[in-house]
């Protein structure tokens, strides 16, 4: 399974229908399991941007349709970031040689 960082911003239309926000959040939930995946975390922030999201998707095909799908909404807009935690990292610092 591979993580992601989504780093995202409310559009108009989604910080005008913020009370909507958390009942979004289950719905990307959902949308992440249908994908084969898991919405593992979600972070209100402060700065420039207004959310930080992390999730676990088979590969990156379905990160692209958790991004198109949630973005076509028109809710906010986002920028998915591929990660590799620690472990992984360190297997590919050895597998350099």
């Known amino acids: 399974m591979a993580t992601f960082i989504v780093l995202g911003k409310y559009t108009q239309q989604g910080i005008g229908k913020i009370t909507e926000g958390p009942q979004r959040l289950e719905k990307a939930r959902e949308l992440a399991k249908s994908l084969g995946g898991t919405f593992k975390e979600f972070y ?4 420039q941007y207004d959310f930080v999201a992390i999730s676990e998707l088979p ?3 379905a990160a692209a349709r958790f991004a198109l799908m949630t973005g076509r909404l028109g809710n906010v807009t986002t920028e998915t970031l591929r990660a590799w935690p620690e472990g992984e990292f360190r297997k590919l610092v050895q597998s350099l040689g």
């Not at 209100?44 to 700065?47: A, E, K, P, V």
Request: net charge negative; proline share 0%.
């Open 59 to 61: 590969d990156d095909d």
């Open 44 to 47: 209100l922030t402060m700065g």
